[in-house]
């Protein structure tokens, strides 16, 4: 009788697949983050009453801002994957970090603010960790 047991395959995922991956969890931990906000008493009540959290006063411009912030990393999940190798490694190196920054100084009121909010921030920032990782790490091409 054969006992030898069936391993499971390892399939090879390229660097590109794998940032774009990174870029779509880091984008769904913010989704989840700010939903679970609008269970914190008195947030829809203040966003009711056109209250933008620590920016003040809602105003389009500020809206346009983070709209536009938030417009590069959803536009890196394709990015990732069809840019050449050289500058999808450069763009990842440098907008990851500054993604990681971003979630960072959102805990400056750490003291205040939810456990749950933390937890996830902190994964936002290991995931960006990793994208600079792995972008950082993508092998050279031969030729």
Do not use: C
Request: charged share 10%; no cysteine; glycine share 6%.
């Amino acid at each position: 009788m054969n006992n030898v047991k069936p391993r499971i395959e390892r399939i090879h995922v390229s660097v590109p697949v794998k940032l774009s991956l990174l870029w779509a969890s880091l984008l769904s931990f913010y989704i989840y983050n700010d939903y679970l906000l609008f269970f914190m008493p008195g947030q829809i009540e203040g966003m009711n009453a056109g209250s933008f959290g620590p920016f003040g006063e809602v105003t389009d411009l500020k809206l346009l801002a983070v709209a536009a912030f938030l417009a590069i990393p959803i536009s890196m999940i394709f990015l990732s994957s069809i840019l050449p190798s050289s500058v999808s490694r450069w763009l990842n190196m440098i907008i990851g970090p500054i993604h990681g920054i971003s979630n960072a100084l959102t805990l400056l009121p750490f003291f205040t603010a939810p456990l749950f909010f933390k937890f996830i921030v902190s994964i936002e920032i290991i995931v960006t960790l990793l994208i600079l990782w792995t972008a950082a790490r993508w092998p050279k091409q031969d030729g």
